[in-house]
């Protein structure tokens, strides 16, 4: 048997039914390897333990692999007793393997069909004991299949299940085969830990920078320097106890918010119903919904009744969902697919009717518990965020490796120069050791996240909550931001603008208001097509759907009690709804009336689907139709096509291009005699008979156009992703000014491999091909290359599809133009931000929790517009309604990258500052005094560092963005010269001072703190001083990102005060503070004066030279190396595609085989 393994997904390769997201737990490309422990290794490495006083165990802490390599040997999987796991992101992970002995035979509770399936989950051994063999990963648990080789995620077992599975569970679970799954699953629990005080604290201290600072305080405590030493350790505890503090704070309340112990009921297989605590819920349990509802303990699918559900919580989407019974049938069961059969764990269950015996409640059947669930997925998506791949903080690490080359370096000048001035071997190792805690800080990457904490504090006063907050900083960083149309850009609610029925003979005059149409069809689809539901007598919906029912005119009317009266008003089925006509109803012609309808099935709207249908029945039962609505493209292609009009397509284009949202309607008598509870979807969907057409007006909202503008003066790029019409969303994209005035739009068009067709693909400029000849198109095209006008790509989801499965070669340069991407299913939402960020682009997302959840997770920003303050849907979710929210974002986020660089570029300068000022008075054979060094570090940098970045955002968004690379020329060249100059400038005050008359030279028979207080340490102290409040200026940067300096006023005054300080310790110290700090008490004023002229000319000097850095002096250096092509792919599209003037080909149809393609050299 293989060693390693990796997590097998089911053959199958179908989805699984729980709703984590592959991005976030890619567990089908873990990698997994088996490890035994080995007695004599064990021991060894606990002697090992105790002769290096614990040493060891604080590197095992650190890299649990070398523990494990250590005390194990490789072996197979099924043997082990540790696993190392490699996930997805090359994070590796170390766990134990548990065991739990089974009952005997539990295995034969399963019956026939399952017993070969659960055979595989235990290992039998030679005790004749069946035991169970598992590990917990991130909560979730993986468990042995013996088939498989490998260990598989417990949902495994489950996901096979198909739609008619579900329905055989409705009979309840036995209680030994309840009792028998509950082994096997676990308990039905979103358990997160909350970790002791004694843990949390050890975990703490062993943080590798507190056991850098308890080096350092053993270090200072044995040089000496008491009181310094002292004022960190307390400042250490204090930050631990903070630490911890809020650690346990956070982890209480997300155990608080994700713990949900509930008692419900459920079905046993004797047909009694039985209330147990939801902890012990299985997959498989037959759930009795109460009629008032509840707060769902698990993932379930719905079987029998109707659900009313809010579902903000995972998806921020405020208007409450009506949820319907799940499909019979042989297609297997995926929670994503029947997203509207389905109820999520976490969600409120408002009301449930139809299901249950007398009328009233619902019955479920439990598909997922624990982590495995939807509300499990937003846990641990907070507790396990996915790993940012992001230069910046890739960089800080690097960059620390550098400070500890510099150190090394430091450390072997001072310990020639301590060997030269005959120190004794003890000075020599502790002398050269401080050298390294002072010139690696060991606060640096702690003081880098203090801008994106500024910046988190500032959002959310803005109404923007964040749940990954080193995603900030990617916000700076943004070069194109993806846009849902319908509620994201447009509003929410449409009006309805006007109805026109069609049929084989054409289409009628158009109607402004549906309840004027004459009775028929058309009047009652639009009645009875939605799933609006009530609750306590008030209509509730989707916004489109209640207006189309308010502008009827009718009311709806639902079941009470048992609902037998209404059943037996219509023929005896079981009624969902009944839809009335108004009694004084308006009529175009006649004085005929409409009937009341029942509506007795429903199947909801499904974005992937682009559709939604109903049966109804008329009273007395006596016919029975089918009508569906949905998008026109869709509902025509289900139609019979004599009963299309032929002008279809071009009203269909004509109130497509003016803005509005259209919707078709068909319909098709059913056979009364159907039993409607049973009856597929796909018999319903076919052969249906033209209706009509059905405009709503979706208003822009104001904020748009607005933001888009600015956006674009960033040289941001906007592209809108929607599951509209490609000429609605045209239209909306002009609306807004995503697509400008004088700029033009080319339709993609692309057809996949057909049985009468090959794969072809063609670009058609807007309304241009139809309307003029050959040589027009030719001069159009011309004065669309030449004559600079601007142009956009518009593409439809099935042109997308087939442009990705055909034509990958033009996909690249398609997405570097297109604007517009219409009808795109959720998945190819996804799949379109996956394909953006292969060209090298930071992408954006903002839309809505429930369609775009994909997207905006696969997005490296993503933002979701509800009033959940944390959503399963995004990184981000924004209380405000428009899209406001994402230049805040933007400009936040590129504030905080900035300030996470001054922050980054002050801590490396402090540490280069103190090293330097040490290693000269090393030199001369003194040192740095305690007093000295605690005023520095305490009073001088962690005051400024601290303050430093509260500056907040500029109001305005400029075209560059900040960089994100620590090791870039501009930032590694302003260091080197920066610490040049202040090497120089603190020379400079040592030579001034030996050169004066009064120069009294120190005592070279001794050596450091016993030779203080002298002169030399005097003047390099006072001029360093100034170096650190200096260097906070000249480091933090303002325009373009940041508001200028003297908006940040606390870091003004502290400069102001600090500045006063240190001029007082310099030119009037008196007897007293020179006795604290060790300082020589110099008479000379005009020797202090100059000291601090050379400061002043320090500060100076260093902010002229980062002037010219900003303004680019030290790019001339990279003409030296000569011009390089860009490391982003979509730059250098760019100027390939700029430099095409025959692309796109307008008006050629292509295939396959022809190579008319731009390659990236």
């Known amino acids: 048997?293989?060693?390693?393994?990796?997590?097998?997904?089911?053959?199958?390769?179908?989805?699984?039914?729980?709703?984590?997201?592959?991005?976030?737990?890619?567990?089908?490309?873990?990698?997994?390897?088996?490890?035994?422990?080995?007695?004599?290794?064990?021991?060894?490495?606990?002697?090992?333990?105790v002769l290096t006083s614990g040493l060891l165990l604080i590197v095992f802490h650190w890299r649990p692999r070398l523990g494990v390599l250590a005390r194990c040997c490789s072996c197979p999987l099924a043997l082990a007793d540790v696993l190392l796991i490699r996930d997805a992101f090359g994070q590796q992970h170390v766990v134990g393997v548990l065991t739990e002995e089974m009952e005997d035979g539990s295995l034969e509770l399963l019956g026939e069909q399952e017993v070969t399936e659960w055979k595989d989950t235990v290992r039998l051994y030679k005790e004749e004991k069946t035991l169970l063999r598992y590990y917990?990963?991130?909560?979730?648990?993986?468990?042995?299949?013996?088939?498989?080789?490998?260990?598989?995620?417990?949902?495994?077992?489950?996901?096979?299940?198909?739609?008619?599975?579900?329905?055989?569970?409705?009979?309840?679970?036995?209680?030994?085969?309840?009792?028998?799954?509950?082994?096997?699953?676990?308990?039905?629990?979103?358990?997160?830990?909350?970790?002791?005080?004694?843990?949390?604290?050890?975990?703490?201290?062993?943080?590798?920078?507190?056991?850098?600072?308890?080096?350092?305080?053993?270090?200072?405590?044995?040089?000496?320097?008491?009181?310094y030493a002292l004022c960190i350790l307390i400042i250490s505890i204090l930050s631990i106890s903070i630490s911890l503090y809020e650690t346990r704070k956070q982890s209480t309340t997300l155990h608080n918010m994700a713990r949900l112990v509930t008692n419900v009921t459920v079905r046993r297989n004797s047909g009694a119903e039985e209330?147990?605590?939801?902890?012990?819920?299985?997959?498989?349990?037959?759930?009795?919904?109460?009629?008032?509802?509840?707060?769902?303990?698990?993932?379930?699918?719905?079987?029998?009744?109707?659900?009313?559900?809010?579902?903000?919580?995972?998806?921020?989407?405020?208007?409450?969902?009506?949820?319907?019974?799940l499909p019979a049938g042989e297609d297997k069961y995926s929670s994503e697919t029947e997203r509207r059969h389905t109820l999520f764990c976490g969600t409120q269950l408002i009301q449930a009717k139809g299901g249950g015996p007398g009328g009233g409640g619902a019955v479920a059947?439990?598909?997922?518990?624990?982590?495995?669930?939807?509300?499990?997925?937003?846990?641990?998506?907070?507790?396990?965020p996915q790993p940012i791949n992001f230069r910046f903080y890739q960089d800080a690490i690097k960059f620390l490796f550098i400070l500890g080359c510099v150190a090394f370096l430091g450390t072997i000048y001072s310990f020639v120069v301590l060997y030269r001035s005959n120190a004794t071997w003890v000075e020599l190792v502790i002398r050269s050791l401080d050298i390294v805690t002072i010139a690696v800080p060991p606060a640096l990457p702690a003081a880098i996240t203090t801008g994106t904490i500024y910046a988190q504090r500032r959002l959310k006063r803005k109404g923007v909550f964040c749940i990954s907050p080193p995603r900030i900083n990617v916000c700076g960083k943004v070069s194109l931001f993806c846009f849902d149309k319908t509620g994201t850009l447009t509003e929410e609610g449409l009006d309805v603008w006007?109805?026109?029925?069609?049929?084989?003979?054409?289409?009628?005059?158009?109607?402004?208001?549906?309840?004027?149409?004459?009775?028929?069809?058309?009047?009652?689809?639009?009645?009875?097509?939605?799933?609006?539901?009530?609750?306590?007598?008030?209509?509730?919906?989707?916004?489109?759907?209640?207006?189309?029912?308010?502008?009827?005119?009718?009311?709806?009317?639902?079941?009470?009690?048992?609902?037998?009266?209404?059943?037996?008003?219509?023929?005896?089925?079981?009624?969902?709804?009944?839809?009335?006509?108004?009694?004084?109803?308006?009529?175009?012609?006649?004085?005929?009336?409409?009937?009341?309808?029942?509506?007795?099935?429903?199947?909801?709207?499904?974005?992937?689907?682009?559709?939604?249908?109903?049966v109804t029945v008329a009273q007395g039962g006596h016919s029975a139709l089918a009508f569906i609505k949905g998008s026109p493209e869709m509902v025509a292609s289900l139609c019979r096509a004599d009963t299309v009009p032929a002008q279809f397509s071009s009203k269909l284009r004509n109130f497509s291009s003016e803005g509005l949202r259209v919707l078709a309607l068909a319909y098709k008598p059913v056979d009364r005699n159907t039993d409607f509870r049973t009856i597929?979807?796909?018999?319903?969907?076919?052969?249906?008979?033209?209706?009509?057409?059905?405009?709503?007006?979706?208003?822009?909202?104001?904020?748009?156009?607005?933001?888009?503008?600015?956006?674009?003066?960033?040289?941001?790029?906007?592209?809108?992703?929607?599951?509209?019409?490609?000429?609605?969303?045209?239209?909306?994209?002009?609306?807004?000014?995503?697509?400008?005035?004088?700029?033009?739009?080319?339709?993609?068009?692309?057809?996949?491999?057909?049985?009468?067709?090959?794969?072809?693909?063609?670009?058609?400029?807007?309304?241009?091909?139809?309307?003029?000849?050959?040589?027009?198109?030719?001069?159009?095209?011309?004065?669309?290359?030449?004559?600079?006008?601007?142009?956009?790509?518009?593409?439809?989801?099935?042109?997308?599809?087939?442009?990705?499965?055909?034509?990958?070669?033009?996909?690249?340069?398609?997405?570097?133009?297109?604007t517009v991407f219409a009808r795109m299913t959720p998945d190819q939402k996804t799949q379109l931000v996956k394909e953006l960020q292969k060209l090298?682009?930071?992408?954006?997302?903002?839309?809505?929790?429930?369609?775009?959840?994909?997207?905006?997770?696969?997005?490296?920003?993503?933002?979701?517009?509800?009033?959940?303050?944390?959503?399963?849907?995004?990184?981000?979710?924004?209380?405000?309604?428009?899209?406001?929210?994402?230049?805040?974002?933007?400009?936040?986020?590129?504030?905080?990258?900035?300030?996470?660089?001054?922050?980054?570029?002050?801590?490396?300068?402090?540490?280069?500052?103190?090293?330097?000022?040490?290693?000269?008075?090393?030199?001369?054979?003194?040192?740095?005094?305690?007093?000295?060094f605690l005023f520095s570090d305490i009073v001088l940098v962690t005051l400024l560092a601290i303050v430093m970045g509260k500056g907040g955002p500029s109001d305005l968004l400029h075209p560059c963005r900040p960089p994100a690379s620590l090791l870039a020329l501009p930032v590694l060249g302003s260091l080197f010269i920066h610490t040049c100059i202040i090497i120089l400038g603190q020379l400079a005050a040592l030579l001034i001072t030996t050169s004066q008359d009064w120069y009294i030279p120190l005592n070279s028979t001794v050596f450091g703190t016993a030779n203080l207080p002298n002169m030399e340490d005097t003047s390099v102290f006072s001029l360093s001083g100034f170096q650190y409040i200096f260097?906070?200026?000249?480091?933090?940067?303002?325009?373009?990102?940041?508001?200028?300096?003297?908006?940040?006023?606390?870091?003004?005054?502290?400069?102001?005060?600090?500045?006063?300080?240190?001029?007082?310790?310099?030119l009037y110290p008196g007897p007293v503070v020179c006795q604290a700090f060790q300082l020589y008490n110099i008479s000379d004023m005009g020797y202090k004066m100059l000291l601090v002229a050379v400061a002043a000319l320090n500060f100076l000097i260093c902010f002229i030279v980062e002037v010219l850095i900003d303004l680019g002096i030290l790019n001339c250096l990279r003409l030296l190396r000569g011009r390089r092509l860009s490391k982003k792919q979509y730059k250098r599209l760019h100027v390939l595609l700029s430099d095409s003037p025959s692309w796109p080909p307008l008006n050629q149809t292509l295939s396959p085989s022809d190579h008319r393609v731009i390659c990236l050299s």
């Not at 997005?859 to 509800?866: C, E, I, N, P, T």
Request: contains cysteine.
């Open 1 to 49: 048997m293989d060693r390693r393994g990796s997590l097998v997904e089911p053959q199958s390769g179908l989805p699984s039914p729980s709703p984590r997201d592959p991005l976030l737990s890619p567990d089908s490309h873990m990698d997994v390897q088996g490890y035994k422990w080995v007695r004599w290794r064990v021991w060894f490495c606990r002697l090992a333990a």
């Open 136 to 227: 917990l990963f991130e909560g979730l648990r993986y468990v042995w299949l013996d088939r498989k080789g490998a260990f598989c995620r417990v949902s495994v077992l489950s996901e096979d299940w198909t739609c008619k599975d579900l329905y055989g569970f409705q009979k309840g679970l036995s209680p030994l085969e309840q009792s028998f799954r509950r082994r096997i699953y676990g308990p039905n629990l979103i358990d997160v830990p909350v970790k002791p005080y004694i843990k949390l604290l050890f975990e703490e201290v062993l943080n590798p920078f507190y056991v850098f600072q308890f080096f350092s305080i053993t270090l200072w405590m044995i040089d000496n320097y008491y009181l």
């Open 275 to 325: 209330s147990v605590s939801s902890v012990d819920l299985v997959p498989g349990d037959c759930l009795i919904i109460p009629e008032e509802g509840l707060l769902l303990p698990c993932d379930a699918a719905l079987l029998a009744g109707e659900c009313l559900v809010n579902e903000s919580m995972l998806t921020g989407e405020s208007v409450p969902v009506l949820k319907t019974p």
């Open 365 to 384: 059947v439990v598909t997922s518990t624990g982590f495995f669930t939807a509300k499990g997925n937003l846990v641990s998506s907070i507790l396990y």
């Open 498 to 614: 006007g109805v026109m029925e069609g049929g084989s003979a054409g289409f009628s005059e158009l109607v402004p208001e549906p309840r004027l149409l004459p009775p028929g069809p058309m009047l009652s689809g639009l009645a009875c097509c939605h799933t609006v539901t009530l609750l306590q007598g008030q209509p509730l919906g989707d916004p489109l759907e209640l207006k189309m029912v308010e502008s009827t005119g009718w009311t709806q009317q639902e079941p009470e009690g048992d609902g037998k009266i209404l059943d037996a008003e219509f023929g005896g089925h079981k009624v969902l709804a009944v839809m009335r006509p108004p009694t004084q109803q308006l009529q175009a012609q006649g004085p005929s009336t409409s009937e009341a309808v029942a509506i007795v099935q429903r199947f909801p709207f499904s974005s992937a689907l682009q559709r939604m249908s109903v």
């Open 680 to 818: 597929k979807r796909e018999e319903v969907e076919k052969d249906m008979q033209f209706l009509g057409l059905l405009m709503m007006k979706n208003l822009v909202k104001p904020e748009s156009a607005k933001v888009i503008n600015i956006l674009r003066l960033a040289h941001l790029r906007s592209v809108m992703v929607t599951g509209d019409n490609i000429l609605t969303a045209v239209n909306v994209a002009k609306s807004c000014g995503m697509v400008g005035s004088d700029e033009k739009v080319i339709f993609v068009n692309a057809t996949p491999h057909t049985a009468q067709s090959t794969p072809t693909l063609r670009f058609s400029l807007e309304d241009v091909a139809a309307t003029v000849g050959q040589s027009s198109v030719e001069v159009i095209t011309w004065g669309l290359y030449q004559g600079g006008f601007g142009y956009h790509l518009a593409i439809s989801g099935k042109s997308f599809a087939a442009l990705c499965d055909y034509f990958p070669e033009y996909l690249p340069k398609v997405l570097m133009r297109a």
């Open 840 to 932: 090298n682009y930071r992408v954006g997302m903002c839309g809505d929790g429930a369609n775009d959840c994909g997207a905006l997770r696969a997005a490296d920003v993503g933002v979701s517009l509800s009033e959940a303050e944390a959503s399963v849907a995004s990184p981000f979710t924004s209380k405000t309604e428009d899209i406001s929210c994402v230049p805040l974002l933007i400009r936040e986020g590129r504030c905080s990258l900035v300030t996470s660089f001054s922050l980054f570029r002050y801590m490396a300068l402090y540490s280069l500052i103190q090293f330097c000022s040490v290693l000269i008075l090393y030199t001369v054979k003194t040192g740095v005094a305690d007093m000295q």
């Open 1031 to 1066: 260097m906070t200026v000249v480091v933090t940067k303002g325009y373009p990102h940041k508001k200028p300096l003297y908006y940040n006023v606390i870091f003004l005054c502290l400069l102001f005060i600090l500045f006063s300080l240190m001029t007082w310790l310099v």
